[in-house]
């Protein structure tokens, strides 16, 4: 797995996808986000399938946002993919959600989330989050090695 400063958003909702991509701007979150509208085009992402199979599948997201509710496969399924597999499983994955269930928090840590983050509803607090997700995910947090061994690729 090569480092990427790529964040993998997995948001199905257009107004909450540009809020983000505004708070990240705003935040001065300089890596390349992707956004995919549904929990198969991340998997499809994430291991270089369907539409996505041309790119290059050892170059992985530095972490993943991944909404709950998505079509198709929701947050939950895409996270229990992830962390299925080995290419993937010490991916960092932060649940940003509006859901205010409990239910959902308990589910995706217990699945493996590595943090749970509500989205703000004010747009101030939306990109202060944002700065901190940005800031802490991409260069405050130490990845783990690229295989448990501690080897390169």
């Known amino acids: 797995m090569i480092r990427s400063g790529i964040i993998l958003l997995v948001e199905d909702n257009s107004n909450d996808v540009k809020l983000t991509m505004r708070a990240f701007e705003k935040s ?11 929990g198969e085009e991340a998997i499809d992402y994430l291991f270089a399938t369907g539409r996505h ?26 996270l229990r993919r992830v962390r299925a597999d080995e290419r993937t499983k010490r991916l960092p994955v932060v649940v940003l959600t509006s859901s205010k269930e409990e239910k959902d928090v308990t589910s995706s840590y217990n699945l493996g989330a590595n943090s749970f983050v509500r989205k703000p509803v004010d747009f101030s607090e939306f990109v202060d989050a944002a700065r901190h997700l940005g800031l802490y995910w991409l260069v405050m947090n130490e990845p783990p090695p690229l295989r448990e061994n501690g080897q390169k690729g």
């Open 28 to 38: 001065s979150v300089s890596s390349e986000i992707v956004v995919v509208s549904d």
């Open 53 to 78: 199979a041309g790119r290059d599948p050892k170059v992985m997201p530095e972490v993943i946002l991944l909404d709950m509710k998505l079509p198709k496969i929701d947050g939950l399924g895409v």
